[in-house]
């Protein structure tokens, strides 16, 4: 029988839109989810919402609903967003359903029935924001220590739960497994919290009715983080299955922002010490994501919209980023410079270029297959190697829910075969007629992008699947050995994997296509600002048999141009010629060469024309 893996994310509060710390939570735990699924494991991945408390009911009185409607809609943001963001989640529990419900008062009997809830009095302050209890000793201020806003002053009848019974027990399970709460600068916070001594802790409100009925006594409503805790048993089975309760519960790791770890690493665990259920396996809190610099906020209007992010960049890409940027447990910045990095660095000249290159040799010189592995080969037996620690590094960061280091793992072997194909150069083998090499080669370079692309597929899924619909290959854990590819299977070329590839010369020139009718305004045609320029300098990119560097002199100025113009010309035939160049492109990285700007040319790729103009023209001419 496969092995179960229980995941779950904070469940979000409806008060608010999601935004990109919400997006981020939701990405890490699809990732291990689709992990976990990959490799064999019986994945039960849990998210949704926190609808009841104080501060739901207090937003949707501001937008003159009642809570229930205001959950509605709102809930239906993150919904939306989750389809959007490929989230592969088993289950959704909203707080307001009658499973929740049930589930959580059925808690609240078996503490109760263990003698852990008693009757009294809560006098302190309470912010609504955070929806916590504070004592006065901790204020900072006279504001919430958590998240400097004001507080209330509340007196109300309360019941109270137990928390102090349960110190010493909590605080020998922590020592006991050191990876109960990760990371370990956040155990090391649990467990000075905790030797302070716990407190009991109100669990119940008087002074407003948004929230589940205390059992017996429907004048108090469950304190909105009792209530919220309880999603991770109620979400998945707990009461209404027990025998799926039963199979995935305890969750094995819970993933949560570091605002709310008290709640996860203290709170949590009594509960469920109280009412005689195992803990969970791993609480793991994350950092906080800035913007810009800045911490965000409605207020400064900076909260980044996950949304957004991906209509303009790619869900993939918003995936990647998120994970590879920061260590996970670390603070983050988030930023559309650093985001434009990855995508042209990482993606789309590393990752992209290598399948786009590799599926043009393919297409070249062997027909469109992947080609067999016929001869031996050194470098791809290094290559193999590089695979197989890149594979196993990426398995022990996963279980440690190290994705930057999962990513750099595997970015080892996307460098790897890059070099592999730059260093082999199969379009000399191709000339030299050694079909035998050849055909190893290119076998050994799908092999590495098969590879790849399997371990990429929890992270980036439809990245993996625009490979797929190149080469055929099976998703599958079980085909993590090299070889698995099978032989001299039909491959699909097309477009390059990441919209910045697109950007090179040769696929700009000429090729773009307008909707018949349109057409574009002189006014448009006029943004181009096209020149004479002249080639004062010429050199292959290394690893490129199409690229080459040009210097070109413009007049006033000397631009560098990445050129796609390789295989119809040799550098020293170019020096000294006068061409056109569109001089105003932004600038675009290509094999990493900053290129600021782009030549004219027609023809098919491996015989190219050059623009050039008819009669004598000076450099910096503009072309009208
Ligand atoms: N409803 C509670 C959780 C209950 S779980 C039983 C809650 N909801 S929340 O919507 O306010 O926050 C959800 C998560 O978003 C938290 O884990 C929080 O850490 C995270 N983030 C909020 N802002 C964030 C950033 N700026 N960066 C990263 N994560 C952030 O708390």
């Known amino acids: 029988m496969a092995k179960k893996f229980y995941i779950t994310t904070p469940i979000y509060y409806v008060n608010d839109v999601p935004h990109i710390g919400h997006a981020y939570t939701t990405i890490a735990a699809d990732v291990i989810a689709r992990y976990k699924r990959l490799m064999g494991f019986d994945v039960f991945f849990l998210t949704g919402t926190d609808e009841h408390g104080k501060k739901v009911e207090r937003a949707a009185e501001t937008q003159g609903e009642k809570p229930i409607q205001h959950a509605d809609r709102m809930v239906e943001r993150f919904r939306s967003l989750w389809k959007k963001l490929n989230i592969s989640n088993n289950d959704f529990i909203r707080t307001t359903e009658q499973r929740h419900r049930a589930g959580a008062a059925s808690i609240w009997n078996n503490i109760l029935e263990k003698g852990d809830i008693y009757p009294g009095t809560y006098e ?162 994350h950092g906080w994501w800035t913007v810009e610099g800045q911490k965000m906020s409605k207020s400064i209007g900076n909260v980044v919209d996950p949304n957004k992010v991906a209509d303009e960049y790619g869900v993939d890409v918003l995936r990647y980023f998120l994970l590879r940027e920061v260590p996970f447990g670390l603070d983050g910045d988030f930023s559309e410079t650093a985001i434009k990095g990855r995508l042209t660095s990482d993606l789309a000249n590393d990752l992209g270029n290598l399948v786009h290159r590799v599926m043009g040799l393919s297409e070249r010189f062997l027909n469109s297959t992947t080609g067999l592995p016929q001869s031996t080969d050194s470098k791809g037996a290094s290559l193999r190697e590089t695979a197989e620690k890149s594979i196993a590094g990426i398995h022990k960061a996963m279980d440690e829910q190290a994705f930057q280091n999962a990513l750099t793992a595997l970015w080892e072997l996307v460098s790897a075969a890059n070099r592999y194909v730059a260093e082999r150069e199969p379009w000399k083998l191709a000339k030299e007629k050694t079909s035998d090499r050849l055909s190893t080669v290119i076998y050994n370079s799908f092999e590495a992008i098969r590879l790849t692309a399997l371990m990429l597929s929890p992270f980036m899924p439809e990245t993996t699947e625009k490979i797929r619909s190149q080469i055929p290959f099976a998703i599958d854990g079980k085909t993590l050995e090299w070889g698995g590819l099978g032989h001299e299977l039909a491959v699909k070329k097309s477009a390059p994997l990441f919209a910045k590839l697109e950007k090179e010369p040769i696929e700009i020139k000429g090729e773009k296509e307008t909707k018949k009718d349109e057409g574009i305004s002189i006014e448009e045609f006029r943004k181009i600002d096209l020149r004479i320029a002249e080639i004062i300098d010429a050199q292959n990119v290394k690893g490129s048999d199409k690229l080459i560097k040009l210097i070109v002199d413009t007049g006033n100025e000397k631009k560098q141009i990445v050129a796609g113009i390789g295989k119809s010309y040799t550098p020293p035939e170019l020096i000294g010629k006068r061409i056109i160049i569109a001089a105003n492109l932004k600038p675009a990285l290509l094999m990493g060469i900053e290129s600021q700007g782009m030549v004219l040319a027609s023809g098919e790729p491996d015989k190219l024309s050059l623009i050039v103009p008819e009669k004598e023209a000076v450099p910096g001419s503009k072309v009208k």
């Open 124 to 285: 302190d302050w309470y912010c609504t924001p955070c929806e916590s209890y504070w004592p006065d000793k901790e204020l900072i201020n006279d504001k919430c220590p958590q998240c400097g806003r004001n507080v209330e002053k509340i007196k109300e009848e309360s019941y109270f739960f137990r928390m102090s019974k349960y110190e010493k027990p909590l605080m020998k399970h922590i020592e006991k497994n050191p990876d109960f709460i990760m990371p370990a600068s956040r155990r090391n916070e649990i467990l000075s919290f905790i030797r302070q001594g716990l407190r009991d802790i109100s669990i119940s409100r008087t002074s407003f009715s948004w929230g589940i009925p205390v059992p017996d006594n429907p004048k108090h409503v469950i304190y909105v983080w009792f209530d919220a805790l309880t999603n991770y048993l109620t979400g998945c089975g707990y009461t209404e299955d027990m025998d799926r309760f039963n199979k995935f519960w305890p969750a094995d790791v819970h993933f949560i922002g570091k605002d709310i770890l008290r709640f996860h690493a203290v709170y949590w665990p009594t509960f469920l010490l109280s009412a005689g259920l195992p803990l969970p396996k791993r609480v793991f809190a």
